[in-house]
């Protein structure tokens, strides 16, 4: 049994905890927050964890194994930093660090520490983006032409980070999972509607080195919650719909091409069967806890690692200097570790 | 009664004559078409109008009192132009010329001969764009924060220009009539993703100089037929869905403002009634034809005039050239006259 | 060419002339209507076809192979017994005939005479129910428990017929085209919430030989259109919604049986894949002209021949008697030929 | 404080356990369920509750004020007229009872005790009920034509009742609260799909005495889950849609009236705006638990009264009645007391 330290018990923290308890192969050791109220609340939850309002006295505690970091973004890299000095193997909140060169510092690390450090895309591990993966790796959508995703919502409105760092953070590590190929450039425009708040809406481009492009588009005052995206193939397309409570993943067998016959219109058009397969409906969040246990038990590289975590901030922080010059393409110079 | 020469009957030069002859104002003259299979088609349908193939000689015909040009892009500057110098009044496919210089140019003749000179921009005249013009000019959203619109579907791919010419000109024909602020800058990315076809998914963010963002979404290469838009306000929201055969227009009394109590959360959001008005549902085309006579008849100027024709050349011109630098952003300086 | 005569040019004669002038293997060789207005309108869209305001002349015209009979349903009978009387081949509107008797002597009469007697149940060569057909009789669905349909929306309220009548008969004849199964009972209720006008609202229960069971909810005075129904299979089920643009038909796995496993749950569910197969585009109207035409040639059976079409009008019978009697279940006694 | 004590910590037990420790004006005294593994549960969430095995014991208690019992429907009569006989108040679980006999005879002992006697009946107290009842109540809709509810999904098999009792409560519920007519008649149906299981499928009518009618549409065997009622009136129409996030309660100025004009159609159409108003977002458990303690401290009568209570089971009754008899009308003679 992993004996987990959860740094944090604000928002985030306690489902960390539930998925800990839940999952078989770890148990809560301790849980360190500075607020008394959620010392409380922590107490009711876990009777057995013992608890702290101090979170370096946790990170040093020798009967913790591994630390997982729920704070504030602008915490994670001190935190993330202790851990690792202190020996501790670490799962950190998405988004792995404020900079992409304190990302690369925890990245560096870990590797020479020999630890496991993991970031917290809870995406990668639900059912829908498995799925999706899997029907990508095997071909089923020939070349991947595009990924272009919509993720608005009326709120929770951020005081730390803009909306690209929040909600754009998600399709980000998706791509980082999904795609082989690397991004190049990044053009992203946002806007800041409220007086006095962060952007809440932000639209970004990606480039990637084989011609394939990714869009997002997100905000937090749209009158709706969407959450769609739309990858195009050569040989299939997808809707990956999340707020569907059924059928999120829908694969289609449509798509154009350059027609053979001279006597035809110039393009032909491919209206085939939809395939909505079944997925599975496994917590997110449990898997990614047991794949946090398993590569602390083998030494193995979690599907999330420290590299991807990097990646994605290094791609936060390009489209956030590009919206600061309304769209100027901001390149990219990514190593890509054959995953 | 207004006597029209309609130029072209391919795809769309049938709809604007059956549209004339529905109008009640006016009637088909004259239709030409260098097909014969047009003018076969033309005169089942029409067998009181003229045919010819010979677009010239309609054009100087004295019993035609204007034109409908509804031939290829590349042909509507010279067919407009012809049109003009021989006195008659045009009403000209979208987009209105293939460059700003060219549009700019029919702008000028039209205004210096005292002609009407009309851009067919049919979505001006939908009940669901009427009832979004109706809600915004009276303040009903508050400050436009922005319009966000996703336009894709499958097919069909354009040879002589690319989707932003095609499928993003409606949604910039909609802003120039919604919004009152001018667009200083536009930056876009695109892709072709089919070999030897024109770029057929774009992506353009317009920065307006009141700080109000609008970003457009096209895409002929999408699985599912998607026409949506949301446009934010700080009063109230809306999403504008042309796919649904009703409630095309949904009003949101929602949103996000600063908090004003200090013990509360930092923002505090507004989640209110929908509305769904109910839309005219004359048709556009009808509407637009009897704009049209009505402008001829009084020397009026037409809702979707030449000017508003040129701008939006303007921006899909500077959207085109964004997309050759990966999103670097492009300034405009457009002159609005007050409508 | 099969030479049609088409009785009745209202709301639905012009669909079947245009049907026929473009089936390629029949030509609309008379139009008989009663109406001056109605015969202009023939003429402008049939040059070449005659046109009378006496349908019975029409009927006995030797130049006349066939009559498709689109005229209020109290006159189907008299003019579909003249035209088989006279020779002809006959494709009569849905319903069939106002009584049971008098569809049954139509059948009797087209046996005798050896003529084609059809029935225009158009939805029946639709894609959406081909591809249903299809599934079911190869044993897609298994064994099929029920059909339950959902088929209501605002107007158009019939002055000579009920909505049974109206909108049910379409659902009974693809039961009777899909289910091999015999129906043995029917209850039925209705209610005409506007006073002076028939029935608007029914909801009608039918009891099948082999325990499966159909539910058809009908209403003129819905505040949406709805299109839905549900079928359940032992191995598959399906939704049909023909309000959907695409995907209209989609088979789901998933279902329900008791446990063989003591220690687990009663039932087991199964939660699988959810298909939607391309479905033919073609024009149901177009294809049922092409079958009309084909019997009359072959002298082959159509799918909606006169026997579907009587046992069609049994079933609507014997729901309006039941509506009479609060639900009161009427037993039907219906001999059903192999097809 | 009233102090509560739980009968039954199952399925539903727990929910109501934390919707009273929530409530603010009650506490869990007691839990009471024969199952180990129940009251260790109990234990964990409710460390300050008294916990026995013994639900006799609890019944009598003297330091428990009020019992809520969420047992299986066939220990609902002993548990509830038990605890009334020990002079406590009750809340008991839907449906009240097996059959009118027993709901009859509870209604009167806490009558004659002068006791709380409530029925949880859980969706009157949803923003959505509420919403709905308050427009028909104030006028809104004008004469309420009709109520037609489909409830259906896959699974959950009940062993113990048929899906009337299972899934039709609901809506018998609902009508009971919103409908001032009387039903006077029952007509219903249904089908037993899975060889050894209680009826999974049932439609039922309800005429009203006014004319209205009533329509539920109940399915453990259908492929998606709908939860959607149309409710139809001379001057508005409602779609209730309890599968939506958002937007559960739409209102349509739609409808359909005989013609003035003698010139025009026999019927016109009203096509209006729709209005989605918002909804009260408070738990509907918590509502209710309020509102039981209100009755208990001031002698109150609750909306969902052991007399709605017993008005549900005899429409149960009477359905489960019909649909032995293939849809055979069951006549009801409900006493109504002004609400």
Redesign the interface.
């Known amino acids: 049994m992993i004996r987990m330290g959860i740094a944090g018990y604000g928002y985030w923290g306690p489902n960390l905890a539930r998925a800990v308890s839940e999952s078989g192969c770890a148990r809560v050791e301790m849980i360190a927050d500075q607020s008394d109220a959620a010392c409380a609340r922590a107490a009711l939850r876990h009777p057995d964890a013992r608890l702290t309002a101090d979170i370096q006295a946790m990170i040093v505690d020798p009967a913790v194994d591994a630390i997982m970091i729920a704070t504030p973004v602008a915490t994670h890299f001190e935190l993330a930093r202790a851990a690792l000095r202190a020996g501790k193997h670490v799962l950190v909140e998405k988004p792995m660090a404020e900079t992409p060169a304190r990302a690369a510092e925890l990245v560096e690390l870990a590797d020479k520490k020999g630890l496991v450090l993991m970031v917290d895309h809870t995406f990668i591990y639900t059912g829908a983006v498995q799925e999706i993966t899997r029907l990508i790796k095997k071909g089923d959508l020939g070349q991947v ?2 990924y ?1 995703s ?1 993720r ?1 919502n ?4 951020q ?1 730390d980070v803009n909306v690209i760092w929040d909600l754009a953070v998600h399709d980000l590590a998706i791509l980082d999972h999904i795609f082989d190929a690397k991004p190049v ?1 990044v ?3 946002s ?1 800041a ?5 962060p952007a809440n ?1 932000a ?1 970004m ?1 990606i ?1 990637y080195d084989d ?3 990714a ?1 997002l ?1 997100v ?7 969407i959450r769609q995206t ?1 990858i ?1 193939g ?1 040989r299939r ?3 990956y719909d999340d ?1 569907q ?3 999120k993943v ?1 694969v ?7 027609s053979d016959n001279p006597y035809e219109p ?2 032909s ?1 491919r ?8 997925l599975s409906s496994k917590e997110a969040l449990l898997s990614e806890v047991q794949e946090f246990v398993r590569c602390i038990e083998t030494g193995g590289v979690p599907i999330t690692d420290g590299h991807s975590g990097l990646r994605v901030v290094e791609l936060l922080d390009a489209a956030t200097r ?1 919206t600061r ?5 901001v390149e990219l110079q990514q190593e890509r570790v054959a995953s």
Chains 1, 2, 3, 4 share one sequence.
């Open positions: 032409y595009y272009d919509t608005v009326l709120g929770l409105f005081q450039a053009s992203a425009s806007a509607c409220i007086k006095g708040s809406m639209h481009s480039y011609g394939a492009m869009h588009n905000n937090w005052l749209a009158p709706v919650k739309l195009g050569s397309m997808i809707i707020m409570s059924s059928e829908k289609y067998d449509r798509g154009a091409a350059p110039r393009m058009y209206l085939g069967d939809m395939h909505a397969p079944a590009s010059q309304r769209g100027f393409p």
